[in-house]
């Protein structure tokens, strides 16, 4: 489906497609976590940053995330949409 406002046009994903985003937090998380995230990669980075990447199937994963994040303490540094080819999962 294909919405245009302002001159631009913006793509509306169908759940049959979910977006894949990486996520950015301050503070380090084990791959334990994998499942408790749903299948979500972890990495940690050098700095202290903990990044997790894959599809989030509606706005209503996208919460239970934000959730889950806020219930661990940790801060939510960026949210990014990637592109599945870039996600490296």
């Known amino acids: 489906m294909v919405l ?8 509306l994903e169908n759940s ?10 301050k503070g380090q998380l084990g791959k334990q976590w ?8 972890i990495s940690n980075e ?5 990044i997790l990447t894959g599809p989030i199937t509606d706005q209503a994963a996208l919460h239970g995330l934000f959730k ?13 949409r990637v592109e599945p080819k870039d996600a490296h999962l």
């Open 16 to 25: 049959t497609n979910p977006m894949v985003y990486q996520v950015r937090l």
């Open 4 to 11: 245009e406002m302002s001159d631009k046009t913006y793509l």
């Open 68 to 80: 889950k994040i806020r219930d661990l303490g940790l801060p939510l540094l960026e949210l990014v």
């Open 46 to 50: 050098a700095n202290g940053e903990t």
């Open 34 to 41: 994998e499942d408790w995230f749903d299948g979500l990669a």
